[in-house]
């Protein structure tokens, strides 16, 4: 299967307000998605409804499957972690590894283990001695130890520190993605993981206004720096954004400018941040593209 997820028109719903409003998108195998939006924007309804938790309007299937009407199977190929990782503060770690080896056919305890020994973590620490960071390498060694095919990630390290939001990024790349799983993770870090990423979804008040390939990004939109005496000159050629770079006036198109405004300054490449911004500030932007 080269399709892992798979949407079409999707609808989310509570009660009158539409918190995702007609997606459509696939996930290929190998991929690493970055799922990108303001608070309220989407995502983690989104997810819910990927893993499950939450039934819509449209079609969707992940791993080939309904995630309503066959979760069971589908939790069975299928990591998540959500915004908050909750373990029994009680239990030692290798008791934790004990109880999954009980609960998940595809747990494969020898690996947690082994993923665990990349961190300071020890087997017989107890949750509650362990620092938010620890218990989040701690929460994906006992989640990427499962035999899955897809990784939903929820703002997986919210609240850490840069240096463990490194070490759980590492881990991730390093101990997971194979080309053949795929993973899907949403967060506010864009500066922090878009090296890590082969593709974007941007959401803005439940609708797509961006999905795409980061190479087809380097392709698609240009970046100009330019002296700030330009600037009418820039601004009449309808950038997507007008804004600072290195201490220089910049302005972002959606395709080539015209010629002669390409001239007055010098392309650059666009980052994560900056497309961003400027898809999702202003309602009249939002679009799919």
Not at 189 to 207: C, H, K, P, T, Y
Not at 260 to 286: I, K, S, Y
Request: hydrophobic share 45%; aromatic share 4%.
């Amino acid at each position: 299967m080269d399709t892992l997820i798979e949407a079409r028109d999707l609808t989310l719903r509570y009660g009158s307000k539409t918190a995702v409003d007609g997606l459509s998108f696939t996930v290929p195998k190998g991929r690493v998605v970055g799922l990108l939006g303001h608070n309220g924007a989407g995502k983690t309804s989104l997810m819910k409804a990927l893993v499950g938790l939450k039934a819509g309007d449209g079609q969707l299937r992940v791993l080939g499957l309904d995630p309503m009407r066959e979760r069971e199977k589908l939790l069975e190929s299928l990591c998540y972690i959500p915004d908050v990782a909750v373990l029994p503060r009680w239990a030692r770690v290798h008791e934790l590894i004990s109880l999954m080896s009980g609960l998940h056919p595809r747990f494969s305890a020898e690996r947690a283990r082994t993923l665990l020994s990349r961190t300071s973590v020890t087997l017989n620490d107890k949750v509650k001695s362990l620092s938010k960071g620890m218990v989040v390498q701690t929460h994906l060694a006992l989640v990427a130890a499962i035999d899955a095919r897809l990784m939903i990630l929820d703002e997986p390290t919210l609240g850490l520190d840069v240096l463990s939001r490194k070490a759980f990024y590492e881990m991730l790349i390093d101990e997971w993605c194979d080309g053949e799983r795929s993973v899907l993770i949403s967060t506010h870090q864009i500066e922090e993981i878009e090296a890590l990423l082969s593709d974007v979804m941007m959401l803005n008040e439940g609708r797509m206004v961006l999905n795409i390939s980061l190479e087809e990004i380097d392709r698609r939109f240009v970046a100009l720096s330019h002296d700030a005496a330009l600037a009418e000159q820039v601004a009449a050629a309808h950038p997507l954004l007008r804004y600072r770079q290195g201490g220089q006036s910049a302005a972002l198109f959606d395709g080539p400018p015209p010629e002669h405004v390409a001239q007055l300054g010098q392309r650059f490449r666009p980052n994560l941040v900056d497309l961003f911004v400027a898809l999702t500030r202003a309602p009249e932007l939002n679009r799919t593209v």
